[in-house]
C-alpha cells in the first residue's frame, strides 16, 4: 500500500518562490534516484505566484522515512526556511484508487 503527502508552502515573496524553485530543483537531482520514492512533484497554483504544492507518493512508510535521511533531502530541509512563510503538510494513506502496479514499482 503506498504512502503519501501533500505540503502546501508559502513563499516570503516572489523572489523567494523563485529561490525555492531553484533549491527544488538542485533536491530533485537527488531525489530522482531513490528507489522508493515513486512521484515527487512540485505544482504552481494559478493565481496564487508564491504558493507551491508538492505531491509525494512512496512505496510505503520505510520508503518515506529513507528518503528522509537522504544528504539532499535534509539540505533542503535546513535552507527552505529562508524563503518561506508557511508550511502546511498533509500525510495520505491510500484507501482506494488507481495507482502504480507492483511490478512497476519494483522497477523503479
Given at each position: 500500500?503506498?504512502?503519501?503527502?501533500?505540503?502546501?508552502?508559502?513563499?516570503?515573496?516572489?523572489?523567494?518562490?523563485?529561490?525555492?524553485?531553484?533549491?527544488?530543483?538542485?533536491?530533485?537531482?537527488?531525489?530522482?534516484?531513490?528507489?522508493?520514492?515513486?512521484?515527487?512533484?512540485?505544482?504552481?497554483?494559478?493565481?496564487?505566484?508564491n504558493?507551491?504544492?508538492?505531491?509525494?507518493l512512496?512505496?510505503?512508510?520505510?520508503?518515506?522515512?529513507?528518503?528522509?535521511?537522504?544528504?539532499?533531502?535534509?539540505?533542503?530541509?535546513?535552507?527552505?526556511?529562508?524563503?518561506?512563510?508557511?508550511?502546511?503538510?498533509?500525510?495520505?494513506?491510500?484507501?482506494?484508487?488507481?495507482?502504480?502496479?507492483?511490478?512497476?514499482?519494483?522497477?523503479?
Amino acid at each position: 500500500m503506498g504512502f503519501g503527502l501533500v505540503v502546501r508552502f508559502t513563499a516570503r515573496d516572489a523572489e523567494s518562490a523563485v529561490a525555492f524553485d531553484g533549491l527544488m530543483a538542485e533536491t530533485l537531482e537527488g531525489i530522482k534516484g531513490e528507489p522508493g520514492t515513486l512521484v515527487y512533484v512540485n505544482h504552481s497554483v494559478p493565481d496564487e505566484p508564491n504558493v507551491r504544492v508538492f505531491y509525494e507518493l512512496y512505496a510505503d512508510r520505510a520508503a518515506f522515512d529513507r528518503h528522509e535521511e537522504q544528504p539532499h533531502v535534509k539540505r533542503f530541509l535546513a535552507d527552505r526556511g529562508r524563503y518561506l512563510h508557511s508550511t502546511e503538510v498533509t500525510f495520505l494513506e491510500e484507501v482506494a484508487g488507481k495507482g502504480i502496479p507492483e511490478s512497476e514499482k519494483r522497477q523503479k
